[in-house]
Nanobody, 123 residues
Framework: QVQLVESGGGLVQAGDSLRLSCAAS????????AAWFRQAPGKEREFVGS????????YYSDFAEGRFTVSRDNAKNTVYLQMNGLRPEDTAVYFC????????????????WGQGTQVTVSP
């Protein structure tokens, strides 16, 4: 059974840091690109950042560049999202997704999705 399970969300204050985890199972995670998306209430889902599988490259949206870091541990079948300097506008449900495409970006087709984890940043 294929699963992506996010964890690590919660309520934090502005300026705090948080690390999200996404544990994969049921497929060969090391051959999939992994990405993080988020969706705030009333807004469309947006791409946060990703980690490619064939080469050690990461990609970020403009708002994440410099504050967020995506990393992966293939031995643990897990992808992480380290978020620093959190702002109230970062409040959203954060999802992880996996794709076989070589360059995992916002418009890439993703094969698997997690259920999401809530991140709330208070002023």
């Amino acid at each position: 059974q294929v699963q992506l399970v996010e964890s690590g969300g919660g309520l934090v204050q502005a300026g705090d840091s948080l690390r999200l985890s996404c544990a994969a199972s049921g497929f060969n995670f090391s051959r999939y690109g992994a990405a993080w998306f988020r969706q705030a209430p009333g807004k469309e889902r947006e791409f946060v950042g990703s980690s490619a599988w064939r080469v050690p490259k990461t990609y970020y949206s403009d708002f994440a560049e410099g504050r967020f870091t995506v990393s992966r541990d293939n031995a643990k079948n897990t992808v992480y999202l380290q978020m620093n300097g959190l702002r109230p506008e970062d409040t959203a449900v954060y999802f992880c997704a996996a794709t076989t495409f070589l360059v995992p970006m916002g418009r890439t087709r993703y094969d698997y999705w997690g259920q999401g984890t809530q991140v709330t940043v208070s002023p």
